[in-house]
């Protein structure tokens, strides 16, 4: 259940909004990340998806590095890495060399779902096969037994056997989680007795099922004698209802297309979002996510994510914090993200809720 001082964590899919480079978008999730870290949140999750005009998240190791070289405390990972577009003994490497590089502080989390469309995936394919979606549980598996310290053996159709490891003297190893939106993942997860994720932020539709599959099945493992969850939740918060709804409005409109399969585009502004002629279609679309979200001022967002928390018996959430961008508002900062994060620490981090000077100062620029 969600106390006074509960465990926040934020998702980020580096959001590129109109007239936003790459280069930009990167820099605001490398001062939302050190915010974070400053504010207490427990980890720092990037996601993985290809070829989207709003995305910037197509390589999380690469941000979980950076992440991990100008932050403290935070851990950093992957929600997740999409494992069917990656070899398993590349991705143990990749996490077992973010380890030894922020010993402690790295997860790697795992999703089945390719993360792009039919094109992309073939392109992340075009040297040969990777991880196949039928041998998924194998795959998850093999890097559990790559990553250990003894590493895995192959046998050979010599019949030798060919010892392999992801590092070649790991101390640690990262936590492996594994991520879903359905019943697979939560049964996989309790088979194998690892922590398990619900990508709530994406569908809400059958959390009280999978949270029950992976709780009732759950086999306890040495690293994880009990089962441990949490999901996530896309949330705007500000100091008004008003503007949270105005800053939401855009990822809104953006997961509208999504769902309608419309072309992808850039995130809009507030402005432009706003000024967007009526589309009853998006529109109905947009309601039903907008009573899913968590969109309000602090003290309401914090009443939201506790009665969440105590209905579904968890005790940490991660925020994807989808607030949008004025377009006077800088290119290499997302004022919106920032005030999501120090408004819910403020009310669920301990202390008081901050001022308006207290959120600028927590939004303040920091260093890189």
Do not use: C
Request: hydrophobic fraction near 45%; avoid cysteine; charge should be negative.
């Amino acid at each position: 259940m969600m106390t006074a001082t509960t465990r926040l964590s934020v998702l980020d899919l580096v959001p590129v909004r109109t007239g936003q480079s790459s280069a930009g978008a990167v820099a605001a999730s490398v001062r939302l990340a050190q915010l974070a870290d400053r504010l207490g949140y427990t980890r720092y999750w990037f996601a993985e998806h290809h070829n989207m005009p709003a995305v910037a998240s197509t390589t999380p190791p690469v941000l979980v590095a950076a992440i991990a070289a100008r932050t403290e405390r935070i851990r950093v990972g992957s929600g997740g890495v999409m494992l069917p577009n990656h070899a398993p003994l590349v991705v143990a490497e990749q996490f077992a060399a973010l380890e030894a590089l922020a010993p402690g502080r790295i997860d790697l989390g795992i999703g089945r779902a390719p993360g792009s469309d039919p094109v992309i995936t073939q392109l992340l394919r075009i040297s040969g096969p990777t991880a196949d979606v039928d041998r998924f549980p194998d795959h998850i598996a093999d890097i559990l037994s790559l990553l250990s310290p003894d590493g895995a053996n192959l046998r050979l159709t010599s019949g030798r056997e060919y010892a392999i490891t992801a590092t070649p003297a790991a101390t640690d190893v990262p936590t492996v989680w594994l991520l879903g939106s359905s019943d697979y993942s939560a049964k996989l997860a309790a088979e194998l007795g690892l922590p398990y994720v619900f990508a709530n932020h994406f569908s809400g539709e059958g959390l009280e099922r999978a949270l029950e599959l992976y709780r009732t099945e759950y086999q306890p493992s040495e690293a994880h004698p009990t089962p441990e969850t949490f999901l996530t939740v896309n949330a705007s918060v500000a100091p008004t209802v008003e503007e949270a709804r105005a800053r939401a409005l855009p990822q809104l409109r953006s997961m509208a297309r999504l769902r309608l399969n419309l072309p992808m585009r850039a995130l809009e502004t507030v402005e432009e979002a706003a000024s967007a002629p009526a589309d009853s279609n998006a529109d109905e679309l947009i309601a039903a996510m907008e009573r899913r979200w968590i969109i309000a001022d602090a003290a309401g967002a914090a009443s939201e994510l506790r009665r969440l928390a105590e209905r579904h018996g968890i005790d940490e959430v991660m925020i994807s914090p989808i607030g949008g961008s004025y377009v006077a508002e800088p290119a290499d900062a997302t004022p919106g993200r920032e005030q999501t994060l120090a408004l819910l620490a403020g009310e669920l981090l301990g202390g008081q809720p901050p001022s308006d000077r207290a959120v600028e100062a927590a939004t303040a620029s920091v260093d890189a």
